[in-house]
Structure formats: C-alpha cells, structure tokens
C-alpha cells in the first residue's frame, strides 16, 4: 500500500521557518511526482509544491515561491519541504500527494497522507 507520512508541522511566529517532511513508501514507478496541498478549513486547497522523480522539475505556487523549496532524499524515499520567512497566511494543514506516473505540477493526486498542522503566528 502507498503511505504518505507527513512531519514538521508546529506553532512558528512571523518570519520563522519550518521543514515538512514526507516519507513515501509503497510504490516504486520511474515516473512519479510527489508534493504538497494545504488547506485552510471553508477555502480551496491549495498546491503549494511538487517535484517531478523522473527530471526534479519543480513547481511553486506564487504565494510560496522565492521562500519555499523542496528537495528529496531518495535513498530515504523522503520528500522535504523548506519554508521560510512564514506568514500567517500560511497557516494550514499542509499534506503530502503523489501522483504515480505523472509529472509536476499536478492538480489532482492519486493518493495522501495525513496532514501536518502549520501555524503562523503574527
């Protein structure tokens, strides 16, 4: 089965960082892109980044982009998300998506984790 385990969530004031986690297992395709939503109670979900296995093109969405960046561990099978210089904007429950054989970005997800809480406070 495909599991998704999102870590690094936590309370971090304006202007701090934090690094997301996902560990990925359960699936061994060439061609897979893995990322993350978030998602704020009454709103859209939101994709904020994914990374493409097969060429690690990325994608950023623009509220995120030039204070974001993602990376993977293969060898952990580990998928990190940097995010720095927070706002309270970002405050969400931000979880981890892949597609299997798909590329970045992606709007839809064949399977995710559980979310990791991310509170921004002002």
């Known amino acids: 089965d495909v599991q998704l385990q999102a870590s690094g969530g936590g309370l971090v004031q304006a202007g701090g960082s934090l690094r997301l986690s996902c560990a990925a297992s359960g699936f061994t395709f060439d061609e897979y892109a893995i990322g993350w939503f978030r998602q704020v109670p009454g709103k859209e979900r939101e994709g904020v980044s994914c990374?493409?296995?097969?060429?690690?093109?990325?994608y950023y969405a623009g509220t995120v982009k030039g204070r974001s960046a993602i990376s993977g561990d293969n060898a952990k099978n580990t998928v990190y998300l940097q995010m720095n210089t927070l706002k309270p904007e970002d405050t969400a429950v931000y979880f981890c998506t892949v597609v299997l054989r798909g590329v970045c970005p992606y709007w839809d997800y064949d399977y995710r984790g559980q979310g990791t809480l991310v509170t921004v406070s002002s």
């Open positions: 990374i493409s296995y097969n060429d690690g093109s990325t």
